[in-house]
């Protein structure tokens, strides 16, 4: 297996960055680097839980003893979100990636307004119920039909209440047309009149694939790291998700269990325990793994355009190179974090170890190849006034996707009611009476 551009056309390459080629035809792509102690310690600290610790299971195959899952799928998730942030507080893009749609949520929908929070540091990304509350300025003039930043001045729909009792969504008492109300324009609106549904549990199967379209034009990291939309009452059909496409973790080979101790010393006395004694759960391993795997296969099936007389849109392409350009780089810049030293915990601070390696669909030693994971993470999505005419053209940049004049970020209104109603049904002790009655 060869990684050289010269023996392939761009026919046969689905996508050349960074001195980095993925042949057509490939479904999957495997990163592996073998990581060390940055200390020297072999006592390591793996992810765990009160009362259970770390996990350890039999290799199947016998060959590695014990596997310790040092850090898990959904740790790693949030790790590899993490590199793609200027600042993990505020939500904002690395400067790499200027220009990517993501959602940002203020308290009165303005740049500049209180920060709630963003697709990009939300645990449920822009399916969070959250951002799918917000409140925007739907266009229902343009077609696709688009949904933009937060307007004061925009006049909201007048929708009729057909005799259906708004908390139950029974025949009304009265069994009468009841007065026009106001249709917040909530996202959850948008994204339920983008899909053509005609119920909250209701979508016309052939458009379920939009829901790509729309999460590539609003917030294209969910595709990479995967999202499930559910709202309570306003959107409850359970196809609008997809799983991860850039899945990662790191494991320990061979490994042993030991137990540490620990004591706790109150000095001041004030504590109801003066001296606890405890122990600290620790492994030793004979090798450590971060584990990579890009799905290409789930990527290159999205729908990332809107159909044209039933094919592909001229953005469908671009868009998905831009989607696995990403996920490489993401995996780039987290294996660049550990050239040194990085700090997963207390106790748990590693370092890379040779050079990682990289396969295609099957992993196979005997076929690895080192992974250019400097030059990746060196790349950058925006488009570079200097470069000649070729490399533009080569250049895999944010402008060639085709993003509809959506800003980035796209800023909604946090919908303090909304999230008033949820923090009420999380607390149990808020009871709402004519719930607790109806039938």
Same mark, same amino acid.
């Given at each position: 297996?060869?990684?050289?551009?010269?023996?392939?056309?761009?026919?046969?390459?689905?996508?050349?960055?960074?001195?980095?080629?993925?042949?057509?035809?490939?479904?999957?792509?495997?990163?592996?680097?073998?990581?060390?102690?940055? !200390?020297?310690?072999?006592?390591?600290?793996?992810?765990?839980?009160?009362?259970?610790?770390?996990?350890?299971?039999?290799?199947?195959?016998?060959?590695?003893?014990?596997?310790?899952?040092?850090?898990?799928?959904?740790?790693?998730?949030?790790?590899?979100?993490?590199?793609?942030?200027?600042?993990?507080?505020?939500?904002?893009?690395?400067?790499? /990636?200027?220009?990517?749609?993501?959602?940002?949520?203020?308290?009165?929908?303005?740049?500049?307004?209180?920060?709630?929070?963003?697709?990009?540091?939300?645990?449920?990304?822009?399916?969070?119920?959250?951002?799918?509350?917000?409140?925007?300025?739907?266009?229902?003039?343009?077609?696709?039909?688009?949904?933009?930043?937060?307007?004061?001045?925009?006049?909201?729909?007048?929708?009729?209440?057909?005799?259906?009792?708004?908390?139950?969504?029974?025949?009304?008492?009265?069994?009468?047309?009841?007065?026009?109300?106001?249709?917040?324009?909530?996202?959850?609106?948008?994204?339920r009149d983008y899909l053509g549904m005609t119920g909250t549990d209701k979508c016309p199967t052939?458009?379920?694939?939009?829901?790509?379209?729309?999460?590539?034009?609003?917030?294209?990291?969910?595709?990479?790291?995967?999202?499930?939309?559910?709202?309570?009452?306003?959107?409850?059909?359970?196809?609008?998700?997809?799983?991860?496409?850039?899945?990662?973790?790191?494991?320990?080979? !061979?490994?042993?269990?030991?137990?540490?101790?620990?004591?706790?010393?109150?000095?001041?006395?004030?504590?109801?325990?003066?001296?606890?004694?405890?122990?600290?759960?620790?492994?030793?391993?004979?090798?450590?793994?971060?584990?990579?795997?890009?799905?290409?296969?789930?990527?290159?099936?999205?729908?990332?355009?809107?159909?044209?007389?039933?094919?592909?849109?001229?953005?469908? !392409?671009?868009?998905?190179?831009?989607?696995?350009?990403?996920?490489?780089?993401?995996?780039?810049?987290?294996?660049?974090?550990?050239?040194?030293?990085?700090?997963?915990?207390?106790?748990?601070?590693?370092?890379?170890?040779?050079?990682?390696?990289?396969?295609?669909?099957?992993?196979?030693?005997?076929?690895?190849?080192?992974?250019?994971?400097?030059?990746?993470?060196?790349?950058?999505?925006?488009?570079?006034?200097?470069?000649?005419?070729?490399?533009?053209?080569?250049?895999?940049?944010?402008?060639?996707?085709?993003?509809?004049?959506?800003?980035?970020?796209?800023? /909604?209104?946090?919908?303090?009611?909304?999230?008033?109603?949820?923090?009420?049904? !999380?607390?149990?002790?808020?009871?709402?009476?004519?719930?607790?009655?109806?039938?």
């Amino acid at each position: 297996m060869s990684n050289k551009v010269e023996t392939q056309t761009n026919e046969q390459l689905l996508l050349s960055f960074g001195g980095f080629t993925v042949p057509a035809g490939c479904r999957r792509i495997f990163i592996t680097a073998e990581l060390e102690p940055a !200390n020297g310690d072999p006592r390591i600290q793996p992810t765990g839980f009160p009362d259970i610790g770390p996990v350890l299971y039999p290799d199947p195959s016998g060959q590695q003893g014990l596997i310790c899952l040092i850090e898990s799928e959904a740790s790693m998730a949030n790790r590899l979100e993490e590199v793609c942030l200027a600042d993990k507080y505020t939500g904002t893009l690395n400067p790499a /990636l200027n220009g990517l749609p993501y959602i940002k949520l203020t308290d009165s929908g303005l740049p500049d307004g209180q920060l709630i929070t963003t697709s990009t540091i939300d645990g449920h990304r822009f399916a969070s119920e959250y951002i799918m509350g917000a409140l925007g300025t739907p266009d229902r003039t343009s077609s696709p039909i688009t949904f933009a930043s937060f307007d004061p001045t925009f006049k909201q729909e007048k929708v009729e209440n057909k005799a259906t009792d708004q908390k139950t969504s029974k025949p009304g008492k009265t069994g009468k047309k009841e007065k026009t109300q106001p249709n917040k324009p909530e996202l959850v609106a948008f994204v339920r009149d983008y899909l053509g549904m005609t119920g909250t549990d209701k979508c016309p199967t052939a458009n379920v694939p939009n829901i790509f379209v729309l999460a590539m034009e609003y917030d294209p990291l969910s595709l990479i790291h995967g999202f499930q939309i559910s709202v309570k009452n306003k959107l409850t059909f359970v196809g609008l998700r997809s799983p991860r496409a850039l899945t990662a973790s790191i494991v320990g080979l !061979n490994c042993e269990r030991l137990s540490v101790p620990g004591v706790r010393i109150d000095p001041i006395g004030t504590g109801d325990a003066g001296q606890a004694i405890f122990q600290k759960q620790r492994v030793t391993a004979q090798k450590i793994e971060a584990r990579f795997s890009v799905d290409v296969g789930l990527l290159s099936l999205l729908r990332l355009d809107t159909l044209e007389d039933g094919k592909p849109g001229p953005n469908q !392409n671009p868009r998905f190179q831009l989607l696995l350009a990403i996920a490489l780089w993401k995996v780039s810049t987290f294996l660049s974090l550990l050239r040194i030293e990085l700090s997963l915990r207390t106790e748990c601070k590693l370092r890379l170890k040779g050079l990682p390696q990289w396969h295609f669909d099957v992993p196979k030693k005997e076929e690895a190849e080192v992974f250019p994971y400097e030059t990746i993470a060196g790349m950058t999505f925006t488009a570079n006034e200097l470069a000649s005419a070729e490399q533009k053209k080569n250049a895999i940049t944010i402008d060639k996707a085709g993003f509809r004049g959506i800003c980035s970020p796209l800023v /909604l209104k946090f919908d303090k009611a909304k999230g008033d109603e949820e923090q009420k049904s !999380n607390d149990p002790k808020q009871i709402d009476y004519e719930d607790a009655v109806s039938e």
